[in-house]
């Protein structure tokens, strides 16, 4: 095989496509389609509480496109990171989506599910024999952390799906995985140089987000060749540049030039872009340097609490003036109000002031009107209620000095004014792992539909 | 002494996974990348973001998209308790008063 072309529809399942785009990309034959479900980059929260940041509705509308072509042309369809986190309630609610095309299509298919869920023990004991590290500015990982996660996940790299194309799935529903494992996987089995795969994944991922102009809600289509890969956009709108490829490389990364996944490093310090005609970018030089140790990189969540947050804004220039020494004593007043009330996080946040950029912010002088959002975060919604509703009407009638405005203090926008918002979660995992059998910690389970 | 602002293509911030923020100069010219990126270093990142110098993690040149990527540690990790950006995207701005 001289060539292998993978079609990436969205960057993100559920973002969404243009149908005319996909069918361009269809009229190519690809031999896979691929897509990336999930980021962290939403927060903590989706990972914690086990939902999916995309909408279902969305994800069903792009599903079905893409399960019907890959059936139709007996060809794999690969979905990284399914339910945007990955672990198994993410991958749960991601294959009854697929159950129910499937079963709405009247069609089967052997559906491999591969679950990246990391059982505790086996971190707890990694951390003893010194195989775990930090993944960049994080402290070392310790067995608290570790138990304190709700959901626990290690990004899987391309060998489990690999697996599981060896066994014939027509579908790879993947948990956690290296976003660029999913477009990589069947080049690298056929034999196709792991490094331009994987790089080709990298971009891939994004789908359109690396074209001119960029769309996360477009497709991308991609050449694998036995020493370069090309890049081509589906949609007469786009082009991909070598600037907007080369630039991509940029994104959401620490260093363009090296740049570590499961099992080695990616390196683009010769990597070349060049044009060719028709909006296409032609990439060489990339190389994977496989590392002696495989690694994974592990991903966790814990609750912290539950939030209640106001809305509310301030135009009076008096107050404005003065805002946080009135917020200081409003704090003081509610403390003194709850001293026995147990730990709460009390937070009061300035829009028009720093309200974006909290302690960076080099200009932190107050607009003619602010927007400030009261914040509590507590061990129950209860004490979150509690705490942001007397915070709320202290701030409302506080009298501070100078005072004219003596009916109220604050702008509301809302009825209620006050927002009970659930549960909330932190990142408490962000930790390399050293693994000897790439695949063994990955289940894998099928789901036949006849 | 000119601003970066007025000559850079692209300024922009975004999270490098939850625990880091990184920042991307883009350049149209050869010549001006060459001449902005010597006077990009981690003493001025801190001083413009002020934050401790050693929180300025790596400052990169990428020739192909002409390009300086700063990488600071994030303020906190993202979306945890006091958080303001969780994506990381509006933390660009201060360096519209970079010099060179």
């Known amino acids: 095989m001289e060539e292998i072309r993978v079609l990436s529809p969205t960057a993100i399942l559920g973002y969404g496509f243009p149908v005319s785009s996909f069918e361009e990309g269809l009229r190519r034959e690809p031999h896979v389609i691929a897509v990336d479900g999930g980021s962290t980059d939403p927060g903590p929260y989706y990972l914690g509480s086990g939902k999916s940041f995309t909408q279902r509705q969305a994800v069903k509308r792009d599903l079905r496109l893409l399960i019907n072509a890959a059936l139709d042309r007996r060809i794999p369809l690969i979905i990284g990171t399914g339910g945007g986190s990955g672990a198994r309630p993410h991958v749960e609610w991601n294959w009854e989506i697929i159950r129910e095309i499937l079963a709405e299509e009247g069609r089967s298919a052997r559906t491999a599910v591969i679950f990246s869920d990391i059982p505790k023990e086996l971190v707890l004991e990694a951390i003893k024999q010194g195989r775990t590290a930090p993944c960049g500015p994080v402290p070392e990982l310790t067995p608290e952390a570790v138990d304190s996660a709700v959901h626990l996940v290690a990004q899987m790299g391309a060998e489990p799906m690999i697996t599981a194309l060896e066994q014939g799935a027509d579908i790879i529903l993947a948990g956690r995985a290296y976003d660029p494992a999913a477009f990589a996987a069947l080049p690298i089995m056929r034999g196709f140089d792991a490094g331009l795969a994987l790089h080709m994944g990298k971009i891939l991922e994004c789908a359109a987000i690396a074209a001119s102009p960029g769309s996360g809600s477009d497709c991308l289509f991609g050449r694998l060749g036995k020493d370069s890969f090309i890049l081509e956009p589906l949609n007469p709108a786009r082009k991909c540049t070598a600037l907007s490829v080369a630039a991509h490389t940029l994104y959401e990364k620490s260093d363009p030039y090296i740049l570590p996944g499961p099992g080695g490093t990616l390196d683009l310090s010769a990597a070349e872009f060049s044009e060719l005609p028709a909006g296409c970018v032609e990439v060489r030089g990339t190389r994977f340097i496989r590392s002696p140790q495989y690694t994974v990189k592990l991903e966790g969540a814990r609750a912290v609490g539950y939030r209640t947050v106001c809305i509310a804004g301030v135009r009076d220039p008096i107050m404005i003036g003065q805002i946080d020494a009135v917020l200081q004593a409003v704090r003081e007043r509610v403390e003194d109000n709850f001293e026995n009330i147990g730990d709460y996080f009390l937070h009061f946040r300035c829009y028009g002031k720093n309200g974006v950029m909290g302690e960076l912010e080099p200009a932190p002088s107050p607009a003619h009107e602010l927007g400030i959002v009261i914040e509590c975060v507590a061990p129950s919604q209860d004490v979150a209620d509690t705490i942001c509703g007397i915070a709320r009407s202290t701030l409302l009638h506080y009298g501070y000095p100078g005072r004219k405005s003596t009916a109220g203090n604050l702008a509301f926008p809302y009825s209620p004014s006050d927002f009970s918002v659930g549960q909330v979660f932190e990142f408490c995992v962000h930790h390399i792992m050293e693994l000897d059998d790439p695949t063994g910690i990955f289940p894998l389970e099928w789901r036949v539909i006849e | ?100």
């Open chain 2, 1 to 100: 002494m000119r601003y970066v602002r007025d000559v850079a293509a692209v300024i922009r911030s975004k999270n490098a996974g939850p625990f880091e923020l990184t920042f991307d100069l883009m350049f149209t010219d050869k010549q001006v990348f060459d001449e902005v990126r010597r006077s990009i270093t981690p003493e001025r990142i801190a001083e413009l973001y002020r934050i401790p110098v050693e929180h300025v993690l790596k400052i990169v040149h990428f020739e192909p998209a002409l390009a300086v990527k700063i990488t600071i540690v994030r303020p906190r990790p993202s979306g945890s308790l006091g958080e303001t950006d969780v994506y990381g995207a509006q933390q660009h701005a201060p360096l519209f008063e970079l010099t060179f």
